[in-house]
């Protein structure tokens, strides 16, 4: 079956640090990728997407690629801020199935 | 305006009670899900549905039971309350499953004593 598998954390770094997020996931057929962030004390939202290879997902600053020969969706930021800290999600999805969460990695970023 | 929303924001009850969690989206989306977010931040679904009708039912004791009265909103009850009843439960919709951007509402924090 489908899954996703993240790097544990938690993940602290300094502010204006490199930020790499492991992410992997075993699928059938051609998933979209998600990465979906929470805000504490907040639901989740979506961070970016990305529905094919090679496509890169891009937002605030955030970078995945979807790595079909790898199964992977890493996400990346050249310069995190104290702002950033949250949970980060990778997640999959097949049409008409529904989404795969990974358990989440918590990120802090320190000033 | 709220997109997804939910009520109450926190509910403290205690063990054998029955408890009600609403959840309204204004989105004109087709499909919504309940959510249980355990103290690790875990993310587990317990329920889909898709215009009223139940598509997903995750192995889910069977004193949770959603209700949809219309595509518009899904409320979950929850019968017996148990101490491991104890989590954040969120509401989300989509157009749709899998492939879909899911909204997320704000979450009601359930605390059994």
């Known amino acids: 079956g489908n899954s996703v598998t993240q790097m544990e954390g938690p993940v602290t770094l300094s502010e204006e640090a490199f930020l790499t997020i492991n992410c992997t996931y075993t699928a059938t057929g051609y998933p979209s990728l998600f990465w979906y962030v929470q805000y504490p004390g907040e639901g989740l939202q979506l961070l970016l997407k990305?529905?094919?290879?090679?496509d890169k997902g891009s937002n605030k600053g955030f970078e995945a690629t979807y790595r079909k020969e790898t199964t992977s969706f890493h996400l990346e930021k050249g310069s995190v801020q104290v702002s950033d800290s949250a949970v980060y999600f990778c997640?999959?999805?097949?049409?008409?199935?529904?989404?795969?969460f990974g358990k989440g990695t918590r990120l802090h970023i320190l000033p | 305006d709220t997109a997804v929303s939910q009520t109450p924001k926190y509910l403290v009850t205690q063990m054998g009670n029955d408890k009600s969690i609403k959840c309204e989206q204004n989105?004109?989306?087709?499909?919504m899900y309940w959510y249980k977010q355990d103290s690790k931040k875990f993310l587990k679904i317990m329920f889909s549905y898709n215009n009223k009708e139940l598509i997903i039912n995750e192995t889910v004791p069977n004193r949770f039971s959603p209700k949809s009265p219309d595509k518009a909103h899904l409320n979950l009850h929850i019968n017996s309350l148990e101490l491991g009843d104890s989590a954040v439960y969120f509401c989300?919709?989509?157009?749709?499953?899998?492939?879909?951007?899911?909204?997320f509402g704000p979450g009601t924090r359930l605390t059994v004593t």
């Open positions: 989300a919709s989509s157009h749709g499953q899998g492939v879909h951007e899911q909204y």
């Open positions: 989105l004109g989306h087709d499909t």
């Open positions: 990305a529905t094919k290879a090679d």
């Open positions: 997640a999959l999805g097949n049409r008409d199935d529904k989404i795969i």
